[in-house]
């Protein structure tokens, strides 16, 4: 059965925020117009079971180690100052960490919980059993969402706060059934609705059907990778010989490309060393699961179905993710290039004058003027404290925006 699919692999590029160049669509519908192998390239598959998952992730929890820790709940629950009996809508119900929080602080609210993971829509199930009638799973995209919510009674004005709590959760990185850990081996899958699309292409896909120009854009579009002709070379000279299929033998391929002395020579924002794959292994993840467009459906739905006054929450995890959400509530055209800071417009112009140039925080506060009609935001990106980074290292990247639709 072929994997060629123009929407899915074209629309990251054309429709959220023009992070690849011009022709880059062009060269992906080329590239899968030419795919060479008409089944799955990936060695193994996914054989983990929903329940299989899930009974992973009690035992994990009966040992007394959490396997998924919400990221700033104490923000989050203040920011959406939930009343009871409200509704609210959790766009990304994940092990539920931000779900449970709620239904514990708040007497007789309603949680819609929403996932496109069929293991997150199990626990929500659960969940659900636990409070009778307070817990509506759903499960499905942000895409989806739109055809599945009416069923639950939920039209336009009928949410009091929204939750988003966008990129991986725990339970899917530390699965190495599931393809997304680079320090695992497993299948180089990356899919996050799991099996419930057997024809939509995964990792291993990807990196195998590319062409070595569309692969680096990918990797610079969605990694922000620097090296991407280097990582895409190697990939290309290294699938000629066998197809790539498991997610080590990616990594490894990766650090091939680098001398041994850089391998680790990279620093997360902790200071700790960073493997080089690490963005090739964001930007397919990404890419594979469509992830911006995804993020930008998810905020329509949330900007559809709050009632006015009603409050939205969104949890970022990399630069992609909170610069789309941050042009989101000021209203911007998302299919238009970013506007330029005047910082960032300073540097081109003294880069083009060849003098030096001391790369400057950027100052949110020239973004002031720039109202949206929909949204008024409570205040500045919100990060996690060094308590909470020191308890829980994933969420050392995270920033949190909140808004209140007008």
């Not at 991407?228 to 790539?244: D, F, G, L, N």
């Not at 650090?255 to 200071?271: E, M, N």
Request: proline share 6%.
């Amino acid at each position: 059965m072929p994997l060629y699919c123009s929407r899915f692999m074209v629309a990251p590029c054309t429709r959220t925020l023009g992070v690849v160049p011009d022709h880059s669509s062009r060269v992906f519908r080329r590239c899968w117009r030419k795919l060479w192998h008409p089944v799955r390239l990936y060695t193994g598959s996914v054989t983990s079971s929903p329940d299989s998952e899930f009974r992973n992730s009690e035992m994990l929890t009966q040992s007394g180690k959490p396997f998924h820790t919400p990221v700033m709940v104490k923000e989050v629950l203040k920011f959406l100052d939930i009343k009871p009996g409200q509704v609210v809508l959790d766009l990304t119900f994940g092990a539920g960490g931000h779900s449970k929080a709620i239904l514990q602080s708040v007497p007789s609210v309603t949680v819609v919980a929403a996932d496109r993971d069929p293991t997150a829509f199990q626990m929500a199930q659960r969940l659900a059993e636990e409070y009778t009638g307070q817990v509506k799973p759903v499960l499905g995209r942000f895409s989806e969402l739109n055809n599945l919510l009416p069923a639950l009674g939920l039209g336009p004005g009928g949410v009091d706060a929204a939750l988003l709590d966008a990129g991986c959760s725990s339970m899917q990185m530390d699965s190495a059934e599931r393809g997304f850990s680079l320090s695992k081996d497993g299948p180089l899958d990356m899919r996050m609705d799991g099996d419930r699309y057997p024809d939509m292409p995964c990792a291993a896909d990807v990196v195998n059907a590319l062409d070595q120009q569309a692969l680096a854009s990918v990797l610079a579009a969605y990694g922000e990778e620097r090296h991407t002709r280097k990582i895409a070379a190697a990939i290309a000279q290294a699938r000629s010989i066998y197809p790539i299929g498991r997610t080590l033998q990616l990594a490894s391929i990766v650090a091939g490309a680098f001398p041994v002395s850089a391998l680790y020579a990279r620093r997360d924002r902790l200071q700790r060393p960073s493997h080089v794959a690490t963005k090739t292994f964001q930007a397919l993840r990404i890419f594979v699961n469509d992830e911006l467009n995804e993020l930008h459906a998810g905020l329509r739905v949330a900007q559809t179905l709050l009632r006015p006054k009603g409050r939205l929450c969104v949890l970022t995890f990399h630069s992609l993710e909170d610069r789309l959400t941050k042009r989101f509530l000021r209203g911007e055209d998302l299919s238009a290039p970013p506007r330029r800071s005047l910082r960032q417009r300073a540097k081109a112009r003294l880069e083009l004058e060849g003098e030096e140039h001391e790369e400057e925080e950027e100052n949110e506060e020239e973004e002031k003027g720039r109202e949206s009609k929909y949204w008024v935001s409570l205040k500045k990106v919100i990060k996690p404290s060094e308590e909470e980074v020191q308890e829980n290292p994933r969420a050392r990247s995270a920033k949190l925006r909140t808004a209140v639709k007008r």
